[in-house]
T-cell receptor, first 116, second 108 residues
Framework: NAGVTQTPKFQVLKTGQSMTLQCAQD?????MSWYRQDPGMGLRLIHY???????DQGEVPNGYNVSRSTTEDFPLRLLSAAPSQTSVYFC???????????????FGPGTRLTVT | DAKTTQPNSMESNEEEPVHLPCNHS???????IHWYRQLPSQGPEYVIH???SNVNNRMASLAIAEDRKSSTLILHRATLRDAAVYYC?????????FGSGTILRVKS
């Protein structure tokens, strides 16, 4: 298994540009999520999905869109990039969390995004 | 959301045990306690999780206080490869809420 893959590894955007960060997993996991990590800080949840066709907002969703058309893929779209979105973005997947059980999340290697 | 409190940093000698503490006094009855770690320039990596009982796996042990208001991650023999940021997290439904974690430095 490749696990969780993310592309690109690095990206530089100008303010106002849009782009899509790709995330794919080959573990047949229902749950996928996107986090951002600013320098010296912990991860913050942007959006998540509990299955194809189902997405929801996390802690910091503004400026980002997601969709989940397949179990494997969960792309993150930046609509109009701003310098405040300079960060490292991590995608993660797991079996679905429930209220009576929980499963480990597998994280991708990250995409380092700079917006100038 | 239930919060966790961890020391900003800790230091350990190689080959010695490390006890990383975490306080979570507002934990609810259904919150799981998770530990993840993040090595430099990598994504977080699952370490261990538990609900009420102590847990052991190949990486570490998790000791949970009887009242569940605190827990301790135990690395039995620290190696240089264990130098990382360790996050103690309470699961809130489907979401993991990361704090700032504990930076573990391992000296040779």
């Amino acid at each position: 298994n490749a696990g969780v893959t993310q592309t690109p590894k690095f990206q530089v955007l100008k303010t106002g540009q849009s782009m899509t960060l790709q995330c794919a997993q080959d573990m047949n996991h229902e749950y996928m999520s996107w986090y951002r990590q600013d320098p010296g800080m912990g991860l913050r949840l942007i959006h998540y999905s509990v299955g194809a066709g189902i997405t929801d907002q996390g802690e910091v969703p503004n400026g980002y869109n997601v969709s989940r058309s397949t179990t494997e893929d969960f792309p993150l779209r930046l609509l109009s990039a701003a310098p405040s979105q300079t960060s490292v973005y991590f995608c993660a997947s797991s079996k679905v969390f429930g209220t009576t059980e929980t499963y480990e999340q597998y994280f991708g290697p990250g995409t380092r995004l700079t917006v100038t | 959301d239930a919060k966790t409190t961890q020391p900003n940093s800790m230091e350990s000698n190689e080959e010695e045990p490390v006890h990383l503490p975490c306080n979570h006094s507002t934990i609810s009855g259904t919150d799981y306690i998770h530990w993840y770690r993040q090595l430099p320039s990598q994504g977080p990596e699952y370490v261990i999780h538990g609900l009420t009982s102590n847990v052991n796996n190949r990486m570490a042990s998790l000791a949970i206080a009887e009242d569940r208001k605190s827990s301790t991650l135990i690395l039995h023999r620290a190696t240089l490869r264990d130098a990382a940021v360790y996050y103690c997290i309470l699961s809130v439904g489907n979401k993991l809420v990361f704090g700032s974690g504990t930076i573990l430095r391992v000296k040779s």
